[in-house]
C-alpha cells in the first residue's frame, strides 16, 4: 500500500537517499530549504527553513502514515570554545525544531503511524568534542522514548544513532584520503556509513516490515558503540 510520508529536509546527504528510495513506491513529501536534486524525483517539495519558517500544511495530504525529520549539525569543538549560543543553536535545529513541526503534523498521523528522528552515536558513548551536538541529540532520544510511550498504540517513534557517514554535512571530517582512513580505522568495521546504508534503515522503520518496533534507539555506527578491539 501506498504511504504518505514526509521528510523534514531530504536535499542533501541521509535524507535526499531516503527520498529517492521512498518515492519508487510512495507518495514523498520533502520540507527543506533547497529543492538540488529533488527535481529529478517524483516528490513534492515544500520550501521550509526549519530555523525561521512555520511549516505549510496545505500542501500536504491530510492523512500521514510517515515523518523522518532530518536536520542535523556537526559542530566538534573544546567544550572552553563553546559560547552558550552554540548550544542554544544546536538545540534549535536539531531539537526544537523537530517539536514545533510535530505540532503542526500530530493530527494528522494516522493509525500505525511510524516516526523517524536522528541521533549519534556520542550521545551513548562519550567523546570529547561533542558536548553541543551530544546534548541536542540526547533530547531527541529521551523525547522519541516519551512519545512512543504516550501515543502507543497509534504510533510508533524510533531514533537513528549513526557514527560518522559520508554526507556533505561531514565533508569537513573526510575531507582527504588521510582523514578517511582515519575515521574509517576508528570503527570496527573499518568503514565510515554511506546514506544509503542509513536510508535503506529508515526506510524500514517507516514501514510495516517493523510493526513491533517502537521506543528504540538503533545504532548503525560500524560497531564503534559496543565493541572495542584495539
Not at 63 to 75: A, K, M, R, W
Not at 117 to 144: L, Q
Not at 177 to 198: C, S, W
Amino acid at each position: 500500500m501506498k504511504k504518505n510520508i514526509v521528510l523534514i529536509g531530504g536535499s542533501h546527504g541521509i535524507g535526499f537517499s531516503l527520498a529517492k528510495i521512498l518515492s519508487e513506491h510512495h507518495n514523498v513529501y520533502v520540507a527543506s530549504r533547497t529543492i538540488d536534486k529533488l527535481e529529478s524525483l517524483n516528490v513534492t517539495h515544500i520550501p521550509f527553513d526549519v530555523t525561521k519558517d512555520t511549516l505549510d500544511t496545505t500542501s500536504l495530504p491530510n492523512e500521514i502514515n510517515g515523518f523522518v525529520y532530518c536536520p542535523g549539525s556537526i559542530n566538534l569543538k573544546p567544550f572552553k570554545m563553546l559560547g552558550v549560543n552554540a548550544f542554544e543553536e544546536e538545540l534549535n535545529l536539531n531539537f526544537i525544531g523537530l517539536v514545533k513541526v510535530l505540532k503542526e503534523l500530530m493530527a494528522l498521523f494516522t493509525q500505525n503511524s511510524s516516526l523517524v528522528f536522528f541521533s549519534t552515536v556520542a550521545v551513548g558513548t562519550g567523546m570529547p568534542y561533542h558536548t553541543s551536538i551530544a546534548a541536542a541529540k540526547g533530547a531527541i532520544e529521551g523525547f522519541a522514548k516519551s512519545l512512543a510511550a504516550e501515543y502507543a498504540p497509534k504510533l510508533r517513534v524510533n531514533v537513528i544513532a549513526p557514527s560518522l557517514v559520508d554526507t556533505p554535512l561531514a565533508s569537513k571530517l573526510l575531507s582527504n584520503e588521510k582523514k578517511q582512513e582515519q575515521m574509517a580505522e576508528r570503527h570496527p568495521l573499518k568503514k565510515v556509513g554511506n546514506p544509503d546504508e542509513i536510508a535503506k534503515m529508515a526506510k524500514f522503520l517507516l514501514l510495516d516490515d517493523s510493526s513491533w518496533i517502537t521506543g528504540q534507539v538503533l545504532h548503525l555506527d560500524g560497531g564503534l558503540s559496543t565493541l572495542n578491539i584495539n
